[in-house]
């Protein structure tokens, strides 16, 4: 890793803003994930939540293989469990939904901790989900058609987001709020991707970098990561 792409990653996570992010309740079509996991890395958000059938689900397309790369994916088994960790966060948790209560997305203050509620293409957000969510919020529309990609709809929600907290001066900091052990995991394994890889097989610690982002590991460290690995014996049929 050279000292420049070591400095590069530092600012990148000094903006990650630990304490904003959304909620994928049975989003399933690979290329919507993929646009909303892109736009969480350009807006700061260092995690995103999803629930997905318990078939699982799988992001195969190159659209998503450089964000998911900065941006962390955490699933749940049901909203319930999403809801209940976000909340444990102090997180305050938004819906897009269309209801006597909601308001425009833009009134909302985004300079709080917010998850927001993305619903699945099919069948929206659940009830189940409306009921633990603290404010439905709507994107104003004045054409025949009355609703939005989802992906779409969430990068308007995020740049409104964005947009508040830059104002409120929460992107500039020198230091990221991340706790070290994250920020210094995610600068070895982006800085090192072989060397981590092998780290993990072999299933050994991360070593410290140093100022440069250079690896400062002692020698047992090096001896174990360069030893040779036996051969898996085949099984015979």
């Known amino acids: 890793m050279t000292p420049d792409r070591f400095q590069r990653i530092h600012s990148v996570l000094a903006t990650r803003q630990p304490d904003l992010t959304v909620c994928m309740e049975e989003v399933h079509k690979p290329n ?36 998911r790369n900065w941006v962390e994916l955490e699933t749940h088994d049901s909203m319930v469990n999403a ?46 989900a409306l009921a633990m ?12 058609v009355q609703s939005l990609n989802v992906s779409v709809a969430s990068a308007l929600i995020l740049y409104e987001a964005q947009r508040q907290r830059q104002n409120a001066g929460m992107y500039e900091r020198e230091k990221t709020l991340l706790p070290d052990d994250v920020v210094n995991r995610i600068l070895f394994e982006r800085g090192h991707p072989v060397l981590a890889k092998v780290a993990r097989r072999k299933g050994l610690p991360y070593p410290p970098l140093d100022e440069e982002g250079q ?23």
């Not at 002692?218 to 990561?225: G, H, K, L, V």
């Open 83 to 128: 809801v209940a960790a976000l909340k444990a966060q102090g997180m305050q948790v938004l819906a897009t939904n269309l209801s006597e209560t909601a308001v425009d997305f833009r009134e909302i203050d985004y300079t709080k901790p917010t998850a927001i509620i993305l619903g699945g293409e099919k069948n929206g957000i659940t009830a189940q």
């Open 215 to 237: 690896i400062a590991a002692d020698e047992s460290w090096w001896r174990t990561m360069q030893a040779t690995e036996p051969k898996k014996q085949k099984k015979l049929p």
């Open 32 to 67: 919507n994930v993929s646009a909303i996991i892109r736009t969480a890395d350009a807006v700061g958000v260092h995690k995103v939540h999803a629930v997905w059938p318990t078939d699982g689900m799988r992001l195969h397309t190159h659209t998503s293989a450089g964000a």
């Open 133 to 144: 969510a603290d404010q439905d919020i709507i994107i104003p529309m004045v054409g025949m």
